[in-house]
């Protein structure tokens, strides 16, 4: 069976060979660059099975990369796990918003990190193993092939949007709250606020269009269900 590949997009050379004997230690195939622009050439090339993307870099900086990278096609679905000195809850937000699955700061633990990138590593995969179609209310979710769209229109969403949509269509008129979310479409082992969901949402409904977007309903003081 083949290793799973993962990129290091991190300048900080040293960090950058920590992470790479420990990620090969564990049994992945390392891809390294050391600047935004080789980052993106090698993720469009090599297409790496989780992108792990520093904000501070050289040529281009980690929120471009993320953007360029969720605009390609063969990149878009990708998981991303962007790391940076900035823990300001705003700086979060931004990383999330460009198509960031995860986020973590320096410093940080090696073996954290890595439990997080086996995590993202394990849900990409898992979908390769679930053929199953859903349509609902025009919304038709497609596991094997990674594709949701809405009355035949090809949707273009991030692995994170995809997993909460997949999520919520799937038991409607459930209401489930932010953490369940989280849980769903970030994982267990993600730590980030409550209001990241907020911000999926917000997206989600962007690029689902009106009628479709209505059907993802606020359930105040508690979180979002899908009303088909």
Known sequence: ???????????????????????????????????????????????????????????????????????????????????????????????????????????????????????????????????DVIQRGGIAIDRLKYRVTVDDRLLDLTPSEFRLLDTLIRQPGRAFDRSELIDAALGPDTLVMERTIDVHIRSLRKKLGDQAAARIQTVRGVGYRFQE
């Open 1 to 131: 069976m083949p290793k799973s590949k993962i990129l290091v997009v991190e300048d900080d050379r040293s960090l950058a060979k920590v992470l790479e004997y420990n990620l090969t230690l564990a049994g992945y195939e390392v891809l390294s660059a050391y600047d935004g622009q080789d980052g993106l050439n090698q993720a469009k090339l090599k297409l790496p099975e989780v992108i792990v993307l520093d904000v501070m870099i050289p040529v281009i900086d980690g929120l471009e990369v993320c953007r360029q990278l969720r605009a390609h096609e063969e990149t878009r679905h990708t998981p991303i796990l962007m790391l940076t000195a900035r823990s300001e809850e705003s700086d979060q937000l931004v990383g999330f918003t460009v198509g960031a699955d995860d986020y973590v700061t320096k410093p940080f633990s090696v073996k954290i990190l890595l439990q997080r990138i086996k995590a993202m590593v394990r849900r990409s995969q898992s979908q390769d193993g679930q053929a």
